[in-house]
């Protein structure tokens, strides 16, 4: 196949020596988009104590991980495994913060042994945590502020009918609790959603916090969640990080001055710092024109990205190998046997059997919500570190498949 000279390449590195090296599909990182976007994020709130809790559920790979704690990070974990996965991966206890949602007591039991800092989300588990524990390990409660914020209905998470956080309408029995078991809050919290455009929704959301917060006398963080956006196509906008940034400074830095004592305020972005540093890498496996529209059929499918399919998200897809191609319309889709498209009516450079596509901003929710659906192999994911390769994920054989399915003779 004939290569131009204007391929993409990823800190010197090509994706066809990419393909050729790990083939196809891998899920591919460049870790310095990774670290910029960490630093702008502490660029934009260095005005007041910012503590970035990078949201691990977005890409949990353990390399990924620690080029995060590297860039001094602490992490956002949802569940008792991600725990364990920031663990591993050296986060201090105190740097882990846990937001389950309606879990078994036993997790949260689990997770104060662990000592890491525990997010409550729901009345019945605080008084079950006030019960057992009362002032003797802190805890930070998560407020649903009822702001409908966020990009859809299905990635809203602070709205009154959402099944996250303790209802702002339900904060007088949260101080009963708190009162009755004399638990010891240290920092309460807010995550309204993915994908926020709007700076005032942010602004509105954080004067609901401050609302509940000053009635904690022993605070020492507040947490504002994430929603910091990316754009996705080129007409698509971000959320603008630097008048957020100070916007919210001069808040918090108000709020503090009436609330008496230093706060530190956490964030918790997950695809803000690893959403554009990723692609899917996949390869052409068929062009097939038909009377509706012609079908590019890559070697990936809804297992390995399943956005597309699940929030009707856009991927930008380009073509690596051929990039002068003539555009052309396609439909770029799948091998399972669902509709399976990752992109409609698109047009991306003249595809040929055998191309390399990219599939853009899929470092977050991509392998990390990935299947083994129609008993497919996930992906490899690579990592481009300092201007190197690292395989940080082999590709799944069939041994991965069966590991734990029990034979059975009959
Ligand atoms: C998912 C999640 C995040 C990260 O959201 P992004 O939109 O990826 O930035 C942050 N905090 C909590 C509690 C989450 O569940």
Known sequence: MQITSEEKRIQGI??????????????????????????????????????????????????????????????????????????????????????PNGVSFYEIEKAV?????????????????????????????????HVKAGGNEKIMTGHRESKFGISIEQVNELYQTVHEYNIQVAGVHVHTGSDIKNIDAFIETMQSLFEVAKNFKNLSFLDFGSGFKVAYSDDDVATDIYELGKKLSEEVKEFINVY??????????????????????????????????????????????????????????????????????????????????????????????????????????????????????????VMIHEKKPYLIRRRETIEDLLRNQIDVDL
């Open 113 to 145: 042994e662990y000592g890491v800092v525990v997010n409550i989300d729901n009345l019945p588990t605080l008084q079950k945590f006030g019960a057992r524990y009362g002032s003797s390990y802190n805890c930070c409660v998560r407020i649903n502020p």
């Open 260 to 381: 008496g004592r230093q706060l530190e305020i956490w964030i918790e972005p997950g695809k803000f710092l690893v959403s554009e540093c990723g692609y899917l890498l996949v390869k052409a496996e068929l062009i097939k024109p038909t009377p509706a529209c012609c079908f590019v059929f890559v070697n990936s499918g809804l297992n390995h990205l399943i956005r597309p399919m699940m929030y009707g998200a856009y991927h930008k897809i380009t073509n690596v190998t051929n990039p002068k191609g003539i555009p052309t319309l396609y439909n770029v889709v799948g091998y399972i046997c669902e509709t399976d498209t990752f992109a409609g009516n698109i047009y991306i450079a003249e595809v040929r059997e055998g191309d390399l596509l990219i599939i853009h901003n899929a470092g977050a929710y991509g392998f990390s919500m990935s299947s083994n659906y129609n008993s497919r192999f996930r992906p490899a994911e």
């Open 14 to 99: 090509s994706f066809s020596e990419i393909a050729e090296k790990f083939g196809t599909p891998t899920y591919v990182y460049d870790t310095d988009v990774i670290r910029n976007q960490y630093r702008k994020l502490k660029e934009a709130f260095k005005d007041i104590n910012i503590k970035i809790k990078y949201a691990a559920k977005a890409l949990t790979n353990q390399a990924i991980l620690k080029v995060l704690l590297k860039e001094g990070s602490g992490i956002d974990v949802v569940s008792l495994q991600e725990v364990e996965l920031a663990l591993k991966a050296g986060y201090k206890p105190s740097e882990i913060m846990f937001t």
